[in-house]
Every structure is written in C-alpha cells, then in structure tokens.
C-alpha cells in the first residue's frame, strides 16, 4: 500500500511540473545557455553573465508586466513608445525646466499611470479590442514624443539629465552598478527579481491574482461570480504602465538622454518572452516567472550571438523562431491540461 501511494505522489509531481506554463521557458533556457556557452567562455563567465542578464532585467520587467495583463486576456501595444515618453517627460522637465530629477520622475510616473488608465477605461467601457485601442495610443504617443521633441530642440533627442539636481542619487537607485564577485551587475536585475516575485506572490497567493486568471479565462463567468473585472483589467493596464515607468527611468538615468523614438517596437518583444514565458494570446494561463525565464533567452541569445562571433541579424531570426515554438508548446500544455482537468 505504501509503495502505491509514493507512485501516486509521484505521478502527481510530475503532472503538476508538465502544467507549468513555464516548463518550456525552462527547458528552453536551459538549452540557450548550454549552446552559447558551448560556443563562447566569455558567455559562461561572471563578465558575460553580467552582460547578458543586463539586456535581459529592462526587458524582464516589462515581460512580467505584460504577462499579468495577457493573463488578464489583453494585450497594450503603447507599453514600448511609453518607456520612451516616461523617460522623455523625466529629462526634459529636469534640464528644462529646473525640476530635481526624483520630482521629474514623480511628474512621469503620473502620466504613465494616467496612460495606463485611460488605455483600460477605453477597453472595459467600450468593449473595442485592446489591440485597437492599445495602438491608437501607441500612435499618438509616438508622434507626441516626436513632435514635443523636435519644439522643444529641434533635433530628436534629449540630453543633459546628469547636470540635475538628484541624478547622482536616480542613478544610484535605478541605474547603478553592484559588484558581485569581481563584476560589476546592474541595479536593475535587482529590479527585475523584485517586480518579478512580487508579481508571482499577487498571482498565486491573493484574491487579486483570483480575479486575474478568472477575468482572461473567461470575463463573463467571471463578473457573474462577482469578480471586479472592470477594475481589475484597469489595474493591470497601470501596472504595465507603471513599469514602462520604471524601465524608462532606468534608460534615461544610463544614457541621460533618450531619443524621440526611444522604445518603439519593444512592445512586440514584450510580448514574445511573456508568451515564451507560457503566456496564451488567448488569456487565462500564464506566470510571471515564466516571462522572467523568456527575458533571460533572450538576454543570452541577444548577447551570445556576439560572443560567439556571429552577424547580429540573426537575433530577429532567433526571435520568430522562439515565438513559433513556444506558441506550439504552450498549446500542447493547454491541451494536456483540459484532458486531465475532464
């Protein structure tokens, strides 16, 4: 009898592990890194750690974010043009206007949540695809960063940031380095982790990750259970643009300066590691630390192309080629799923 039940507990284990949407994430990260670090021993060293995981932080914020709202069933085409507008509003109230640099932030922070808010309002009350609505506003963003730009220097780029007052300080925060082992690591992948844990524990050990699952799998059911699926896909669609706040800031604290067309067509990448990550296109299944793994591919790829001497070009073809199987993978997983669940 007791044998019965250890291979019961086993099969269970093991079941569970192929329902992990992030099981592909793992398997193919595990597979990346074994290949480049075949390929390179700068790529397997502290220094190409450091490199690769520095790509992969900024873009593993906004994969996890992304990965909440996908779960919630949405999309937000705007995210990317909207690190660029947060980072944009930062430099140029603090070099041309004379604010500190923690109350510019402040400032974009606010109009990035306003964004964010209108982007959701626009969806639940009028039922258009947030496609659509998404990218009316990526549109609008993008030539408002153009145009504002241009008045205001008339060239595409804004500089000067570290002459603030308080940028010493951003810097240290959002755009430091600490020394791990001899190298030095970006302050961002510590930014990275923390959106990243703090998303898993909201999915997975409160009512409010409940309501995300419940509104993407199936929005009407849900509301008739009572669930607030208007202010929870709301919610969601601030909290992407609170982290293209964050990344933003990290971007323009580095370079101190950002171009008029700074994040355009990131929006796709966010959406390809979140859904490498185990994310469906249709909603209701997904996890944060899957997307996190998909951004960590795509670190090593992005960066192991180069240590391996390759053409750059390449990376674009590594991406579609990842976007292809891991949508096939997860509708595998999907499929398994259901006929366990039956």
């Known amino acids: 009898m007791t044998v019965a039940d250890e291979r019961l507990a086993r099969t269970g284990t093991a079941r569970r592990l192929l329902l992990r949407p992030e099981l592909g994430a793992v398997v193919g990260a595990v597979a990346v890194f074994t290949f480049f670090a075949g390929q390179s021993a700068t790529f397997r060293s502290v220094e190409g750690v450091a490199n690769w995981l520095d790509p992969a932080s900024t873009l593993g914020i906004m994969a996890v974010a992304i990965a909440l709202l996908m779960i919630g069933g949405e999309f937000d085409l705007s995210a990317g043009v909207l690190t660029g507008t947060t980072g944009l509003i930062t430099v140029v109230l603090a070099t041309r206007y004379g604010l500190a640099v923690w109350t510019a932030m402040l400032v974009a922070l606010v109009a990035a949540l306003l964004v964010g808010y209108l982007n959701g309002l626009i969806v639940v009350r009028t039922k258009l695809p947030s496609f659509i609505v998404t990218l009316g506003t990526f549109l609008m963003l993008q030539g408002a960063n153009l145009g504002v730009t241009k008045a205001l220097t008339g060239t595409v780029q804004v500089g000067g940031l570290r002459r603030a007052e308080g940028y010493e300080s951003a810097h240290a925060v959002l755009a430091g380095t600490v020394p791990v082992a001899g190298t030095d ?13 703090l998303a898993t524990w909201v999915l997975m050990r409160t009512r409010a990750g409940n309501w995300i699952f419940a509104v993407g799998g199936d929005d009407q059911a849900a509301r008739a259970a009572g669930v607030p699926a208007e202010r929870t896909k709301i919610a969601l669609f601030m909290t992407t643009a ?6 933003g800031s990290v971007m323009a604290l580095r370079f101190t300066s950002v171009q008029a067309n700074s994040g355009i067509g990131q929006e796709f990448v ?6 490498i990550g185990g994310c469906l296109l249709t909603g209701g299944y997904g996890s944060a630390i899957g997307a996190a793994i998909g951004a960590v591919i795509f670190g090593m790829a992005d960066k192991g192309i180069v240590f391996a001497g390759w053409d750059a070009d390449w990376f674009k073809f590594f991406l579609g080629a990842m976007l292809l199987l891991a949508t096939l993978a997860n509708r595998l997983v999907r499929r398994y799923a259901e006929e366990v669940r039956r």
Do not use: K
């Open 270 to 275: 966010y959406i390809i590691a979140a859904v």
């Open 242 to 247: 609170g982290a293209a706040w964050l990344v």
């Open 185 to 197: 690591f970006r302050v961002a992948i510590l930014w990275w982790l923390g959106v990243t844990a």
